[in-house]
């Protein structure tokens, strides 16, 4: 089992960058492939970016942030990163880290079992 903890969300200008941090805490990080989802008010959760376990050498994006999010993974510092460039004025939705034992790397929220508390980011005019 694993611990998540999200960070770096806030307030940001429409257009503008943010990046999210998700800290994990337990053994054998690196045996995990990380998913970041988001869910705006009233609707379901949605697959955001997913990455696999050990190197993180294969990532998969949602379409509709492909080419203004990227995700990477420090192994050695137990962290997940989701780094999001040209934010789009839009409901405010909470993003959340989820992880995953094993090497399947997977856009479907209900393959993972460990889950963040969220943290939410909002997008400003």
């Known amino acids: 089992q694993v611990q998540l903890v999200e960070s770096g969300g806030g307030l940001v200008q429409a257009g503008g960058s943010l990046r999210l941090s998700c800290a994990a805490s337990?053994?054998?990080?690196?045996?995990?492939?990380m998913g970041w989802f988001r869910q705006d008010p009233g609707k379901e959760r949605e697959f955001v970016a997913a990455?696999?376990?050990?190197?993180?050498?294969?990532?998969q994006y949602a379409e509709s942030v492909k080419g203004r999010f990227t995700s990477s993974r420090d192994n050695t510092k137990n962290t997940v990163i989701l780094q999001m460039y040209s934010l789009k004025l839009e409901v405010t939705p909470i993003y959340f880290c989820?992880?995953?034992?094993?090497?399947?790397?997977?856009?479907?929220?209900?393959?993972?079992?460990?889950w963040g508390q969220g943290t939410q980011v909002t997008v400003s005019s």
């Open positions: 989820a992880a995953r034992l094993g090497s399947i790397l997977t856009v479907r929220d209900v393959e993972y079992g460990n």
């Open positions: 337990g053994r054998s990080f690196s045996s995990y492939a």
């Open positions: 990455i696999n376990w050990r190197s993180g050498d294969s990532i």
